[in-house]
């Protein structure tokens, strides 16, 4: 069995914000492409443009209809990804100590060279979060872009995960939890972000937002239109007169 960190000196990790969402997938595409190109053996796919395409992505949207009792119906977009839980049952059960977790910043990685693709991590995982490469036949997940927040050859702009550096919603965040004066302390103190199933114990250290309730509109009266052109007035009446000299 592999061992968790007694203590981690960093937590980094995600905010999501549900309430701006709009599931537009700039951030699962944009992920699929940096970790392709980056840490690890690339995400392969497998029938990509025929009948019954397969491949592994680390960061999914799934779409609600949500029906409060008080508030119209809306929809809500989920993104869902690695939570980079502190107490990870996903490297516990690791036979091999390919899947581990990091003392220095908490973030859970897998260590490709020792996967053997058994998917026990896959099934202790309550989130669904890890998928097997069908061309590596390994695990693959989330990695909080480690290869590009450390990375000083980029930017120091660019330095954050590759789906928050392209959400046009401005809907993810990433920092350190372990700081209460950081941005996503701030936001999960102040936005009431909570903890997706924490009835299962894994103390995520990704947190959601949630979304506001919508109000109901209000009952409106007709507007009358502030000018109505008089017969012959205007653009139909310009139209009136031209198709009549073509007549």
């Not at 029938?47 to 209809?65: C, K, M, Q, V």
């Not at 998917?119 to 390994?138: F, H, I, K, Q, T």
Request: hydrophobic share 35%.
């Amino acid at each position: 069995m592999t061992l968790l960190p007694a203590q981690t000196t960093k937590k980094l990790g995600l905010v999501i914000d549900l309430d701006v969402c709009v599931g537009c997938h700039a951030c699962v595409v944009n992920c699929k492409e940096w970790n392709t190109g980056g840490y690890g053996a690339p995400l392969g796919d497998v029938d990509a443009y025929g009948d019954n395409p397969s491949g592994a992505w680390l960061n999914r949207i799934h779409t609600f209809e949500v029906t409060p009792d008080d508030a119209p119906a809306q929809i809500v977009h989920f993104p869902k990804s690695c939570l980079h839980c502190e107490d990870a049952p996903c490297v516990t059960v690791c036979p091999t100590g390919a899947s581990y977790k990091r003392s220095e910043d908490g973030i859970v990685l897998v260590d490709e060279s020792m996967c053997i693709g058994c998917s026990l991590c896959a099934w202790a995982c309550p989130y669904g979060a890890r998928e097997m490469d069908p061309v590596e036949n390994v695990m693959k997940k989330c990695t909080l872009c480690v290869d590009r927040i450390y990375n000083d050859n980029i930017p120091e702009i660019d330095r954050t995960p590759a789906c928050v550096r392209t959400c046009p919603a401005n809907a993810r965040h990433f920092g350190d939890f372990a700081d209460p004066n950081s941005n996503v302390s701030t936001m999960t103190r102040e936005r009431g972000g909570y903890d997706l199933m924490p009835e299962m114990g894994t103390k995520p250290v990704n947190q959601y937002l949630p979304p506001r309730k919508k109000s109901r509109p209000e009952e409106t009266t007709e507007i009358a239109p502030a000018f109505v052109p008089k017969a012959g007035e205007g653009l139909l009446g310009w139209l009136d007169r031209a198709l009549e000299k073509l007549g």
